[in-house]
């Protein structure tokens, strides 16, 4: 899995809102989507580097392209 370390849950959640996606939920996580997809961001800082990587490949991006959006 790729790894995309040392990323905050308030950086992934711009990250993605300039994908495109927005918050639907909130609790201890937050649940966001884009009509299509849903991704659900842990409320850890950093999250999981690991666990990022998979975020990323469900929103449909290669960890290069999650990097230029940060």
Do not use: C, W, Y
Not at 17 to 33: A, C, D, L, N, P
Not at 55 to 65: M, N, S
């Amino acid at each position: 899995m790729p790894r995309l370390p040392g990323i905050s849950q308030k950086q992934a959640e711009k990250a993605l809102k300039k994908m495109g996606f927005e918050v639907i939920r909130q609790g201890k996580h937050v649940t966001m989507s884009d009509g299509v997809r849903m991704i659900q961001l842990p409320r850890h800082n950093p999250i999981n580097s690991f666990t990022m990587g998979k975020i990323a490949q469900d929103a449909g991006l290669t960890p290069e392209a999650f990097r230029k959006l940060l």
